[in-house]
Structures are given as C-alpha cells and as structure tokens.
C-alpha cells in the first residue's frame, strides 16, 4: 500500500484478555517501530525492528509486551493480560533503512481501549 | 538523546508567518535535528531535519543557530491545517542500532485563530 497500515484502528477488550495489534509497513522499508502515545501525552518508544531483528526493544513496558516481525514485512505486537493502564494509542511507523537522515512514516494507530 | 526544549504552546493568526523555537544546548556535532508534527488524532509527520545548514522544503524552513544550540522552524504562512502539536528531536549519527529511535518530547501546541 501507499502508506503503513495498522489494524484494528480501534480495539476494546477487558482487563486480563490478550490482543494483537498488527502493522504493515510501506513496502520495502526495512526499519518498522513501535510507539505508544497514552491520552495526551507524548509518544514513548517501544521497540524497533531492523529486518526480523529487534536490536533495540528497551521500551518495552513489561514482559506482557511483546512483538515479532516476519519475511521483514508485517510485524505485530501482542499484548498479554491486559491491564488498564494499557489503553493507548498505538502507533507504528517504517523508514526505508538505517541512517541518521532516514524519515520515518507513520500509520494512524491502533487505538486500544481496556475495561 | 540529547534533550531539546520547546513551548508548551503557541498561537498564530491564520496567513501569518510562525517561528517555532527550540533549545538543544547539549546538543553534539554529530546530532541532526529533526521536526515533525502530529495533526489532531493522526500519527505525527516528518516535517524537515537538517544538520548544520538552514533548511527549506514545501513545508517549512528550519534556521539553525550557528552554535546549533537552538533552531527555529519557520511556516511561512500558517492555515488552519497547520494546527498541530509539533516535536523538535535530535537523532545521533548511526554507530550502532542504538541510535535508530526516535525520542518524542511534548513538543509544542500550536494553535491558528482565523
């Protein structure tokens, strides 16, 4: 597609329930990220992904967080046993590779609610 | 990351030029600095990055301090779809996947009153 694409754009679930949020990027991009952006508050970074490698995946909240990438394309985050505090925005993003210079495109985000 | 310092928010009159100011004192010579925006409920967009030199592209200008110390990004005349908040982030020269993220501050509101 023309632009990274993240679905579902809205998901409610309940406290304890697992769920997946998946993120396709721009095509031949191989750098994809991860944030999370909470009710007007910043971005705050999860993980990032070059290729199917994770080399930096240090925002990663806790260990009910989670996320793969395969054949360098899709990747999906997965979030265990959902709690409250983890209803956000979250948003994923591509860049064609590594490099300072490299700009990052960003999908519309997945909205998670968690009752 | 080196941390940068922007207004919380800003106002500017629709079809009015808009400077948008930021700190980054500690900023080292190897850090670019990088503007995006994000437009009320959308993910952000880039904006404009540049190193040393002043920038231009069809969005915006970025003027950076000859002590790259601080920048100003300049929309030469703002509309109502320049409403956004916009975030100022310096990004190191790659040495190892370290550096690959970018780090989001609060950035600043700017609001455009018709």
């Known amino acids: 597609g023309a632009g990274v694409s993240q679905s579902p754009s809205n998901k409610v679930t309940e406290k304890g329930k697992d769920v997946e949020l998946r993120c396709d990027p721009i095509?031949?991009?191989?750098?994809l990220y991860w944030y999370r952006q909470s009710l007007g508050q910043g971005l705050e970074f999860l993980i990032y992904f070059q290729g199917n490698s994770a080399p930096d995946k240090s925002g990663l909240p806790s260990d009910r967080f989670s996320a793969e990438r395969t054949g360098g394309s899709v990747s999906t985050l997965t979030i265990q046993r959902t709690q409250q505090e983890d209803s956000a925005v979250y948003l994923c993003?591509?860049?064609?590779?590594?490099?300072?210079?490299?700009?990052?495109?960003f999908g519309e985000g997945s909205r998670l609610t968690v009752l | 990351d080196a941390k940068t310092t922007q207004p919380n928010s800003m106002e500017s009159n629709e079809e009015e030029p808009v400077h948008l100011p930021c700190n980054h004192s500690t900023i080292s010579g190897t850090d670019y600095i990088h503007w995006y925006r994000q437009l009320p409920s959308q993910g952000p967009e880039y904006v404009i990055h540049?190193?040393?030199s002043n920038v231009n592209n069809r969005m915006a200008s970025l003027a950076i301090a000859e002590d790259r110390k601080s920048s100003t990004l300049i929309l030469h005349r703002a509309t109502l779809r320049d409403a956004a908040v916009y975030y100022c982030?310096?990004?190191?020269?790659?040495?190892?996947?370290?550096?690959?993220?970018?780090?989001f501050g609060t950035g600043t509101r700017l609001t455009i009153i018709p």
């Open positions: 540049g190193l040393t």
């Open positions: 982030i310096l990004r190191g020269v790659l040495s190892n996947f370290g550096n690959e993220k970018l780090t």
């Open positions: 993003a591509s860049k064609r590779g590594q490099g300072e210079t490299g700009e990052l495109f």
């Open positions: 095509s031949g991009h191989t750098a």
